[in-house]
């Protein structure tokens, strides 16, 4: 199947997939994105990690919507480290870590 046919609806993406270097610079900037918001989740999350969600509303009726300004004389965590790790990878060498667990959703996804 071709793009078009595949996207019939969406003439947008369409574009996106014909012009290279605006796909790579969305690309790069959904990256950060992630990036930064696997983060800031991260350190969000970082109080309550091994609570149940129970004990995490009742402790946080409005949701956790601070930072601990204690973070930031914090070194980071496992988590949020290997994030930064895996983002560092160059494409190729990420594609090959990646490629066999995203391949099989990539194919059933609707």
């Known amino acids: 199947m071709t793009p078009s046919s595949l996207l019939g609806d969406a003439p947008h993406i369409i574009s996106l ?6 796909r790579a ?3 790069v900037d959904r990256a950060r994105g992630a990036i930064l918001g696997l983060a800031v ?9 091994g609570w149940s969600a129970a004990r995490i509303s009742q ?10 300004p204690l973070e ?5 965590d496992d988590d949020l480290a290997q994030a930064v790790d ?9 594609r ?7 391949g099989g959703w990539m194919r059933v996804k609707p």
């Open 59 to 68: 402790s946080f009726p409005n949701g956790l919507t601070q930072i601990d």
């Open 41 to 49: 989740g991260n350190l969000l999350g970082l109080p309550v990690e």
């Open 25 to 27: 610079e969305i690309a």
């Open 86 to 94: 895996l983002a560092a990878c160059p494409g190729n060498i990420l």
């Open 17 to 22: 997939l014909s012009n290279p270097s605006e």
């Open 96 to 102: 090959r870590l990646l490629g066999d667990a995203t």
């Open 72 to 76: 930031r004389s914090r070194p980071m």
